[in-house]
């Protein structure tokens, strides 16, 4: 879990090949981020962003009700390889959480970039 101003601010899981990961320490992992740890060639990553209720377990780790909105985001990190060497799951509480995202050039289209519909 992670704090900002002593509140909740969200809940990360992150999982690793045990390949990379058998070495490392709870310590490790709580003073430095996966990215600076693994001995891996980073290329890049794909992140899905989306609302979801708090579950239950969410819900008493984020000091929220049950039910409340949350953002959940998934990234996949690949090696230069193509290897995916990363899977990360964040949720954020809805209330507490803001998304900005940079867009440099103007596109054509008044449609958010990267959006689509899920069934």
């Known amino acids: 879990m992670n704090l900002a101003d002593g509140v909740p601010f969200a809940r990360v899981t992150v999982w690793c090949p045990e390949r990379l990961g058998a070495s490392l320490s709870r310590n490790d992992v709580e003073q430095s981020s996966f990215y600076e740890l693994l001995d891996v060639p980073l290329g890049g990553a794909v992140q899905t962003i989306g609302a979801a209720a708090a579950s239950e377990s969410d819900a008493a780790v984020l000091e929220v009700p049950v039910g409340s909105p949350v953002l959940r985001c998934e ?31 103007a596109d054509r289209s008044m449609a958010p970039s990267g959006l689509r519909l899920v069934e």
């Open 75 to 105: 990234r996949v990190t690949s090696s230069v390889d193509g290897e995916a060497v990363l899977f990360s799951e964040h949720v954020f509480p809805g209330l507490r959480t803001e998304f900005v995202v940079d867009l440099p050039a």
